[in-house]
């Protein structure tokens, strides 16, 4: 890949008129360079089981060649045909709901061996017949694929045998999942009960990473076939998505995506948004930076993203261009739609695509024509950005199901994901980019600061890793509840915060919930007022009696008051902050920026704050590059780099007006590093 | 008949202990001139399988008849034996939450085979052993008959049976119902997937209307084996009843009332409505007038309305007497009770009977004799209204199910009778009266204007007929979404509103959900004030660039501002307004009145408006009647009509105070045409 | 038993790491002298079938004993293991939403004959193995056991036997139960529907009654073999509990506690409450009066409660001292904890004992110390108090599930309850103590006052006790809905409140809801302010025309004003206040003094009111106890004793503030009689 790919989803099977010529034709005015199809296509191409009907498939492939548009080929194994279902109702998922029926996508049970023989014969026969085609630049493995809540008997079989190898002994597994409480022994493997059932939360969270597992194992299956058929200049990829909050919220609990990814060549991904007034980037930042990790930084694929999407999405003037920018500003090396065309039946009527059903301009496809020739111009300049932050946040999918399982108070929503995108958004806002890791391992010493947000299950080597890294000089922000159980989800018998207690310098063995308990400053540059509350966990912290530590925040409660709130510790050569509670994102960036030296802090563009967004990157020749948005509806005033070639913004504004942005603009620089 | 009923719903089997005489003789009293009986009582009519029991029937057939009161036989079939239950579990309906298990009523598989069978053995019997008696003045067909939301295997194989008639090609099918996507085509009619589970609206949308069908049917069924019995001048009808919240609210979307009426001789319905200081009269004058509409305009039958009714509903003093009027006036021959006495065990103990379960005279009692003297007193100028509307109201179930189908933004109730209501409730409040019509053929050229809300689902024909009624010289106001789907719920390809653009000059391709969004008037005779938003839809108007539209209303919103929300076009020798977006029943009921000349148009009494209510009615005789009613608890002032009559009303107040009405009080008056 | 116990809740099984001897060190310095064990261990006494393990019930109990700490072995027959599901998927409890899956406690089916068979296999291996022990002071039945919803069918075929017993004729049924209505007519007990899908309110409530028939029937089965094995000194008990709202709020709706604490020789409770500062003591003294009212009058055992429990209910400094005095004031022989260490696995993580995950002291064990201190000092004057109330409260499961069966308006919990504890914490919250009894018989000649909150369902017999009651001299508090129904939930035929009208001299016919309905008093003392609405429900009264009925209070209301709210009635010696609606506690609180002389009230404490609750007691050697709580974060003013000795309080703060409590304090006088 040797340019920004700007393209959408194309399905010729769903229209309802003739449409392949006009749409190539609007497309290459548009600057659409890569369209991607046949991802639910199944029944289309396999109609009757054994009869294959290509005529889409080729027809697309041979005009979009013939247009110079480039075409990822999806493996139309999520969304099952009707024939199926009849002949193996077993292909059916079963989750706690019990199991499914027909209709929608992604109800199939990607663990049972029926389906899988079924989905393998589709994927060999469709590359079978398109692999030699020169439009193809790479293969898309099935969509979004998850588990599916899979509780059913190939699923709790396949789970119990990994138990029982991991298990020699019952005895143990009963010790480290405490299975003696409410009578939960299990002493002989024919006994295992369903793990959707259980009310013991070690047993449930083993089960949810098996789960995970499942995901990672069938990517990786499907990739091994597409490999006997791809060649070396194509590229395997996969449509990751979210936790879904009617948008792309926060970290998927479904699938492990750092382990999924290793079975691809390139990341891809879906990034769906508020839009209109609610247009903030942040999902567009947060879903880049967890895809950009997945290997290594390197540049990723917006396979999805909406052009008009809902009707409450319907984009401002300005919008999709700012939202286009703004993934390229994160490493992305494409930025693709879903989809050309509004469709006219079925389910997704009203999620909109570029076009809208009546297939003619309209404001949303005339903006995306200036971003498809920007991108064109400035594709030498934009492709291959490569991204560095001193700042790290750590993710983990086994301290998100443990501490959903323990929610705090009356919390219904996924905490974890509450939790991690208040500290995500406290760095965003405050233009603190950062990497994502899902490890704290040597090659974290390039980060100034590590920030841990409810690390609630973790083994001993994973914090007395993180210990390391301070001992070592790092900096780390730690939430509360991290450290508290191990691997299993055994509550350490220490004091808490477990093994972080080391270099935290704070314990614990209280808490409390918050009741509008405000916090105090114990130093002068911590600013808290009163809207900075405790929210949804107090811990009553202890600093240890050294004088390594210090109060930053005590809380305000007439009983609690005592108790430290956030702690600041020196260990070995670095630092760490302890925070007891959740609070405001102001909060969250003062201590980000206390523990790194402001001024010096590589990933930190201070002088702005959201709404103006500040992005860096260097390109391929090894400039600086450097991103300005504007995600307000007014006028935002901007400092220009020094010396800095303007690549992209509004040319007679600068003139006259230079440094202000226009209402959801803008401005793209280009300097020596 | 040739008289006002006015009567109760009697249950001689449930009394816990002997009151046929004395009931009667309350009756009488209380100008109690029908009963209804019989509806629910298939286990008392026949204990066990083949044993038979006409002792209820027979001794209140014979007291009604010996005291005068007529009777209502309703076929018992509406709630089953637990005998019938248990014998064949097969006649109990499945949802989609599964199979009913036995207790409440309406639980049948309505096409059943079985169930059928034993149905009609009960009719048979039944009406074998009475239908020579002389008190029956009439049948009522089952009771509420909807379709239980069946999905059962019967249900399932009629609806493919339907398909597989209408589509000879699955191609054919697959096109208009867009099964290409999500992998749903249907290439063997074996492999047809559960109806329920569909998430395809075209698919969906069709069962739905085919579910309708299904209550179609049974009462055809019903109603010819009852004509084998009925002499000609008994009637048969049905008890028809509307979407329910808590009570009566919007078009019923398991029937077809207008289908299913094609069985009766004379339409019946049950109409229930919050009371006390909730009192508005809307739902009887929505109801009412949807029953009209079922025979042509001909009196129908308010078979069941409350009388106490839930706690929250007992009426204070002089409503059921404003709610009786309000029937006749609206087009009711007929006013009855559910029920006579309060029940004394199971489900509905709490909805009281015009008797409590004391038996003994109470203020609603009281009141309900004082209605039965004045409907007899009356009856000659009361019964047989013809009342001539020239304004219309279109309904469609097929829109219905369609807009409800993708309801917009959070929206999670039936929107589509929110949005009716809405339009009616506007109409109401403002005295324009109207005729509920269910297609718009040559015999609408009568009404001046036509209101068209979201009639999202229809074919191009019908949307033709509408631009040619406008072309004639109507008026119509089309609402938001109408035109948008074909009759298969496949949105249109050409620009929205689809074919209805022809007459109202306006096209959108973008749509956006309000928030907050004011409205801006563009001429000095609309007011619109804060109060007045864009509400639930917001389409983007473009008014052609002929002079024969004009922008009455635009989008105060900061970058939707420059398109339209209400327009106004001439199309022919009519004009058409359309609505872009829903708003308050100010800004819809000054649209109907602009589109007609204020002055003249009949249906409207402008010179009142919520919570004075008028109605007009011609009686038999030539005569105009003119009914006033105060929905409120203050006095209120009226008009009266020059040279009228009063038929009705506080003869002391008016000698002393001409033009009030009491509180919740009303006058009838008479006059000239 | 001859001292207060002061336990917790052990669990060796459960331990992460060797913990008995440390342990049983911290257990005798909180002055811990009792431990309850086993009660949930089942898998680990009985690994797999027919193999048993004594080894932590073996080493607790010796430990134990040479410490001088005494034990509570409980039936481990609430919580199934795992193979016992496996081999015999019948044990599983069937409820409305289907038969359980294992996992949780709680979800066998306790009439099903093979989980009998396995029960009482391990109660008799178990007490035949420790019932020699010496440490063991008694025995707990099962735990918190309820019928689970238990729908299945043993159920469902032991409850037509039962009601085939009672009614050898099923006229008789048909026509107690009303089931005429809806067709729900059984003409053959072969025909019997599943009682849970009835609709019909009698038959519903007859297998409520039933239902927890089932678990009386049950614990008198275990205690018969518990008897077996257990010698004359020791006790059988069993942990009842209430209805649960995140806490232990009101009357359990699936035991009838008096019914079934019969075959105990001591009650017992668990009772678990809001804290902090949401800490009132009125679930404390509600669960006591209760748990005190088993056994007539008896001291009880407070099983389980919290020391730190949830996050939100974690002490504030002083309240577990407040909390543990409270339960002794009203009538507690034993305080014991659920449960002594944090467990670290599975589904009670959060829910915290006596100590944190980490076993180490902390300020709620430090303050436990205290406690266990002081009862030890205080064991001989604490134990064995005799507490006697003049006025009582009438409990009544049937009146409940018939209330709730027809709950008003939109109400959605268990409105008995909410009722209940409306008229409870009235009198809690102005000192008035009382007794909780079941029915009015002769023995409660010794009330002064009885209060009779929602007797909806009660059979004639009940209703006349009241009446002479009344008449004898006893005087009556009846709130609306008492009377309604018959002991088969059928309405009465008469005048309501049914056969209470008598005494009250005051009937309706009609109700209504209360939509922000105020009260006007009608006499000087009674005081009404507009916080005092009518609430939930309004019965328009109507006083009858003697001179022995007086209106305390009407309705403010355009329209029902003209009827009473609150009447006030002489009848034989005695008097009844008859509440139309619920009100406020200010309202219900000066009822209830109004009918006894405020002054001479034995039970009323009138000097104070909440937060400062006033108790008070007999001790064993005839001296008086009174009790002063402070239940706010004030400190509050008492007025102490005449010529009392302070046996428990701040002796400093005596001296120098005599009458002052400290926030979250108490104080205990000991004084002559």
Redesign the interface.
Known sequence: MSTIYYGVAY?D??M??ERLAADIAMMKEAGINIVRIAE?????LE??EGEYNFYHIDRVLNAMHEAGIAVIIGT?TY?????L??KHPEVMVTSVKGQE?????QIMDIVSPTFLRYAENIIRVLLEHVHTHPAIVGYQLDNETKHYDNVGPVMQQKFVETLRQRYPSLEQMN?D????????????W?????A???????LGCAFSTFQRQTVTDYLAWQSRIVSEYSRPDQFITHNFDFEWRGYSYGVQPRVNHFAAAKALTVAGVDIYHPS??QLTGREISFGGDITRALKQGAGYLVLETEA?GF??W?P??GQLRLQAFSHIASGAKMVSYWHWH?????????WKGLL?????P???YLEAKTIGADLARLSAELDGLKIENDVAILISNEAMDAVNW?K??DAQSNVYNDVFRRFYDALYDNNISVDIINDVDAGCSRYRVIVVPALYAADDALLKRINHYVESGGQVLIGFKSGF?DE?????????PGILSECCRVTY?????P?DTGLNSHCPELVITTEDCAEL??ELLTPDESEQVQVLASYQH??WEKYAAITESRYGKGSAIYMGCLSSKKVISQLVLRLADKKTLASCNSAHSFPVIVKKAVGKKGKRLTFYFNYS?DIQQIQQPEGAVCLLGDSDALSSHRGEIEPWGLRVYQSDV
């Open positions: 399905y099977e769903y309802p008129q639910s296509t199944w029944s289309t109609p009757q139309p969304a099952i045909p009707s024939w279902a009849r029926k027909y209709g929608r996508r010790k999942f405490g299975l003696d409480y409410w009578s939960n022994r299990i002493d002989s024919e006994d295992f009960p369903p959707a059932s259980t009310i013991n939360a070690s209109q007034a008009q009707a409450q319907t401002f003037p509004s469709i006219h039946n079925s389910f997704e009527t009203y809208s059903h009546d297939f003619s309209n404001p949303t323990f705090p108070g159980s299993n989800v055994k509550v350490r018998t220490c004091r808490q063995s209280q808490f409390v919930l009741q966990w107090m007439p009983v509806s």
